[in-house]
Each structure stands twice: as structure tokens, then as C-alpha cells.
């Protein structure tokens, strides 16, 4: 009953909202496909010069430092969104989005790039389907969001075991889940994305620091989707 006075309410405030609503969801996956943008150019300029190549995976102290400045990154603005200037913010999504790129130019050495090509569409293809899914569907997905997050760790925790057992079956699994739990969780979040800006009256920094915050989550649901369907078309070559 709960969901569906939400729901009702959501749906009232959607007729009631002028352009504020669909302008800022469009700022989600405008923002969102920048983002996907400058990694895919990053990814590819840094695969392109072996100056940089040697730079980041000459050193495993230069790439997982890398890493962990995207954790940071990712930490920082959950928490302190609030708090920042939206420009901050921002600034912050685009340097994530330049890191994430160089850490991922090793699949251009690893994978041909029709591989790479097919999986982005394929990626692209089952986004778009579970993010209208979730954007039109009328049940609750707040149980998909709590199941994919205590996979998500599971999944941290099995790609750290398997660094160190190199089972091919296991890592089979692991992107078969991967791929199951990033679809769930591209469904969720466009839902929940819905209707945190169904909530916003206006166009203030504060909707907009909202939309952006929305834009991250995709993006990582994205990106993530990308990673995990690559390990699986990767395996048969071209």
C-alpha cells in the first residue's frame, strides 16, 4: 500500500512539475553518456601510447593506486554531495571518469576491438531495456538494490580469491553473476534515480547535485555490465 501512494504521489508530481522533472532526468544520462565518453576516450588514448601504458602497469603500486583514488573518489562524493558546489561535483564525476578510462585501457591490449565493439553494444542494448524497465515497471525493486549491493561484495570477495586460485570456472561464474546482479542493479537505481527527482520542486544545485549523484550510479551500473559481458565474449575471440 506503501509503494503504491508513492507511487500515485510520484506520478502526480510528474503531471505537476512543469520541466523540471524531465529536464533534470535528462541531465542523468546526459551527464552519464559524457561520462562513458571521456573514459572511452581515455581508455583508448592511454592504450594508444605505450609511454603511458608503462607508466600505469609497469608498477602495480602506480595502478592500484589508481584504484584507490577512484574508491576515494566515489566515497568522497557519496558523503560530502551535500556539501560541495555542484562545479565540485562535477569536477569530481569528470576525474573519476579519466581514471576509470586509463585503469581500463588494458582491454584494448587484451581484447580486439570487435570484441570490444560488440560488447559495448550488446551493453548498451541490455541497459537500455532494464533502465526503462525499471524506470516504468509499478513493483517495488528496493529488494533488487539490497540484494545486488551484499552481491557486489560477494563479488569483490570471489574476484580476490580467484586472483590467487586462477580457476577458469570460477571466473566464469563470477562474470555470469556479475552480469545478473549489474542488470538487477541498472533496474534499481533508475527506479530509485525516478523517484528522488520526482521529489525535486525545481531546477535548484541541489536537484541537479542530485541528478548527477543518479548519473554516477548508472554509470558504475554501466560500466561494471561492460566489464563483466567482455570476460564472457572475450573468451571466443572475434
Given at each position: ?6 507511487e ?12 523540471a ?7 542523468v ?44 573518489l ?44 560488440k560488447?559495448f ?61 549489474f ?56
Amino acid at each position: 500500500m506503501e509503494y503504491q501512494d508513492l507511487e500515485r504521489m510520484i506520478n502526480e508530481r510528474e503531471r505537476s512539475l512543469s520541466l523540471a522533472f524531465p529536464a533534470l532526468m535528462r541531465k542523468v544520462y546526459v551527464w552519464m553518456t559524457l561520462a562513458l565518453v571521456i573514459t572511452a576516450i581515455t581508455a583508448y588514448g592511454v592504450a594508444s601510447s605505450p609511454a603511458l601504458l608503462s607508466l600505469i602497469y609497469s608498477s602495480k603500486f602506480t595502478f592500484f593506486g589508481l584504484i584507490i583514488v577512484e574508491l576515494a573518489l566515489v566515497f568522497f562524493l557519496s558523503a560530502r554531495i551535500q556539501k560541495l558546489s555542484l562545479t565540485t561535483a562535477t569536477l569530481c564525476f569528470i576525474l573519476y571518469s579519466v581514471i576509470n578510462g586509463a585503469t581500463m585501457a588494458s582491454i584494448f591490449a587484451i581484447y580486439s576491438t570487435s570484441v570490444i565493439a560488440k560488447t559495448f553494444f550488446i551493453t548498451a542494448g541490455t541497459f537500455a531495456v532494464m533502465a526503462v524497465f525499471g524506470y516504468f515497471t509499478k513493483s517495488d525493486l528496493t529488494s533488487w538494490g539490497k540484494l545486488g549491493i551484499m552481491a557486489v561484495i560477494g563479488l569483490i570477495i570471489a574476484g580476490i580469491v580467484n586472483m590467487f586460485l586462477k580457476s577458469p570456472m570460477m571466473d566464469l561464474v563470477i562474470s555470469g553473476v556479475g552480469v545478473l546482479v549489474f542488470v538487477g542493479l541498472t533496474a534499481y537505481d533508475s527506479q530509485k534515480i525516478k523517484r528522488m527527482l520526482a521529489m525535486q520542486v525545481d531546477m535548484d544545485e541541489g536537484a541537479q547535485k542530485v541528478a548527477l549523484m543518479g548519473s554516477l550510479a548508472l554509470y558504475l551500473d554501466f560500466v561494471n555490465l561492460f566489464l563483466y559481458l567482455l570476460r564472457f565474449f572475450g573468451r571466443g575471440g572475434d
